[in-house]
């Protein structure tokens, strides 16, 4: 075997090798007995809303608030009602997994001038708050 030749197997094996897992991970999805907590933004005239804000700055730094507790969060952009003609009812709404709901009282207690004092640069919007049990995840059709 010539030296390019080896050469170029050692590269395309180190090639391989340096691919991240990160795309095989499973996405994260919920399970019976989380919790989630649900932030909607509701739609309305002259009401604003910085997406962008929202999803680089705004969410990332509750996150890194809640620690561990925080399983994964998710954001909703809000795109139609009912019907694909009718507006939404909400232009965002941000979801928080978490498995605990006293040590996510906690962290949003000790933190809540900083997060609500950050509203400001992306919304105009009084924020709606549900906290909910996952009582059941289903996947039709898939075993």
């Known amino acids: ?28 999805t919920p399970e ?40 994964f969060y998710e954001i909703n952009k809000g795109v139609a009602g009912r019907t694909p003609n009718d507006q939404a009812p909400f232009v965002a709404i941000g979801c928080f997994y978490i498995t605990d709901v006293a040590a996510y009282s906690n962290a949003v207690a000790q933190n809540r001038d900083v997060i609500v004092a950050d509203f400001k640069n992306y919304t105009n919007i009084q924020p709606v708050i549900q906290i909910s049990k996952i009582e059941h995840v289903g996947y039709p059709g898939k075993k």
Do not use: W
């Not at 010539?2 to 897992?21: E, H, R």
């Open 1 to 28: 075997m010539s030296n390019i030749t080896f050469f170029s197997l050692i590269l395309a094996f180190t090639g391989f090798m340096g691919f991240k897992s990160t795309q095989l991970k499973p996405a994260p």
């Open 32 to 71: 019976v007995g989380m919790f989630k907590v649900e932030i909607f933004y509701p739609n309305g005239e002259g009401k604003t809303f910085d997406m962008d804000y929202y999803e680089k700055k705004h969410m990332p730094m509750v996150a890194a608030l809640l620690g561990e507790n925080l399983e």
